[in-house]
């Protein structure tokens, strides 16, 4: 039995900001942890005069997970979530956290992803916050 220690990186983005992740190490690909689309507190994106819009959010990790896990870089416009989730009145804008590790394995080639994913490592994977 192989234990693998990852370091999870969890970013945040705004609706109009462009979503940049990426694996500093060539033999590692982004695996998505969790990815969370909506408003989850005043601090982001936002005013504290609209803290009563917080709480409406949507899971986007499956979502991220066929646009990223497998790839060494994955960048898109946060906007684009929008046609996947919109868990907010549309008066309010949601942002984009994300979390992910840099897993080794190689980048997608041929539509054949060849890295550990998190669903193979189940109960071997630890995962340390940074």
Not at 32 to 41: D, P
Not at 44 to 64: F, M, N, W
């Amino acid at each position: 039995m192989h234990i693998v220690f990852a370091v999870c990186v969890a970013e945040e983005y705004c609706t109009s900001e462009r979503m940049n992740l990426r694996c500093s190490d060539a033999d590692s690909v982004i695996l998505i942890v969790k990815a969370v689309y909506g408003r989850l507190r005043a601090e982001r994106c936002i005013t504290s005069d609209y803290a009563h819009a917080l709480g409406c959010y949507s899971d986007v990790s499956g979502y991220l997970e066929s646009v990223c896990s497998g790839h060494r870089d994955c960048s898109m416009l946060v906007a684009t979530v929008d046609s996947v989730a919109q868990p907010c009145p549309k008066d309010f804008k949601s942002y984009l956290e994300v979390t992910y590790v840099c897993s080794p394995g190689k980048s997608l080639v041929g539509g054949v992803a060849q890295w550990l994913g998190r669903r193979s490592l189940a109960g071997k994977l630890s995962l340390i916050y940074a």
